[in-house]
């Protein structure tokens, strides 16, 4: 290549197009300067210049990171926690959300923790009650019955076919499963599935005797045998034989201060019953 040098006195008192044309000679053609720069910086030389990834790696590791999200994803969104209170006891289990469940002997509830933020979701089996903070919908699933609140207190007893709930506070929306009937709670009324499976509203409920199992106190109005010795063991966590009459019903009160046997001597005199007590905790009622 030529090189050429230039008076800087000169020019600067000359004008530029009184200079005579240059023809300079590249020893290596423009386009092959082109094609070599594009190869150093990756670039085809089509002229596209996206980023040739040249490292495997890089992909699987994005994969993975996907699929990391993902699986997280779907733990926080499926992962429950399930608390059973068993015969015998009471506990009482606060949410996230800072609403609380007080659960009877032997029932269960399930939710979703890592969840509950976006969905407020209960599901029970057997009897609670429930405090809950205002806010986005709650909504408690049995299996005859589905209850919804923004925010209240209210009980739920399901068991067996048996469902009924009982508003405190607020207002409660109890729909059935099998039917779809719906209704509206206010505070001391009642619904409750009949035996034809239609739901029914009692108004002007003692609510009292409804939570009286908080307060260790039973309260049966007229209540079936069955029940009744039911509900004793689960409270004592006890086992009875029962070979007597089925229709009979009892009424009467008594508390958890009493022992078992003190209680069976209580209810089985009223309905001139006897009771035996067994090997272990098992009793026999005839």
């Known amino acids: 290549m030529k090189k050429i040098n230039y008076n800087s006195d000169f020019v600067a008192n000359e004008k530029v197009d009184d200079f005579p044309e240059i023809d300079l000679?590249?020893?290596?053609?423009k386009d092959e300067v082109w094609k070599n720069l594009l190869r150093q910086i990756g670039e085809s030389p089509s002229g596209d210049r996206s980023i040739v990834m040249q490292n495997p790696f890089y992909r699987i590791a994005i994969a993975a990171s996907l699929i990391l999200l993902l699986g997280m994803a779907t733990f926080l969104r499926f992962y429950s926690k399930t608390?059973?209170?068993?015969a015998g006891q009471h506990l009482t289990l606060c949410l996230p959300d800072s609403s609380f469940i007080e659960l009877n002997a032997q029932s269960t509830v399930k939710y979703h923790p890592y969840w509950f933020s976006f969905s407020r979701t209960v599901t029970l089996d057997g009897e609670a009650f429930?405090?809950?903070?205002?806010g986005n919908r709650f909504k408690v699933i049995s299996e005859r019955g589905e209850t919804t609140v923004l925010g209240t207190s209210f009980n739920i007893y399901s068991r067996n076919n048996d469902y009924n709930v009982t508003c405190f506070t607020g207002r409660v929306r109890v729909v059935?499963?099998?039917?779809n009937e719906?209704?509206?709670l206010n505070p001391n009324e009642r619904a409750f599935i009949n035996k034809d499976g239609f739901l029914r509203l009692v108004q002007e409920v003692n609510s009292k005797a409804v939570r009286s199992w908080m307060d260790n106190m039973f309260i049966f109005t007229g209540s079936s045998?069955?029940?009744?010795?039911q509900e004793i063991e689960r409270q004592y966590n006890i086992k009875i034989v029962f070979r007597a009459d089925p229709n009979l019903t009892y009424t009467g009160n008594f508390s958890k201060s009493l022992?078992?046997?003190?209680?069976?001597?209580?209810?089985?005199?009223s309905l001139g019953l006897k009771f035996e007590a067994r090997s272990g905790s098992e009793f026999l009622v005839d």
């Open 25 to 29: 000679q590249y020893e290596v053609s």
């Open 83 to 86: 608390v059973y209170s068993p």
């Open 130 to 134: 429930f405090k809950v903070i205002s």
């Open 176 to 179: 059935t499963t099998d039917k």
């Open 182 to 184: 719906r209704v509206l």
């Open 225 to 229: 045998i069955i029940d009744v010795l």
């Open 259 to 269: 022992s078992e046997k003190e209680v069976l001597d209580l209810v089985c005199t």
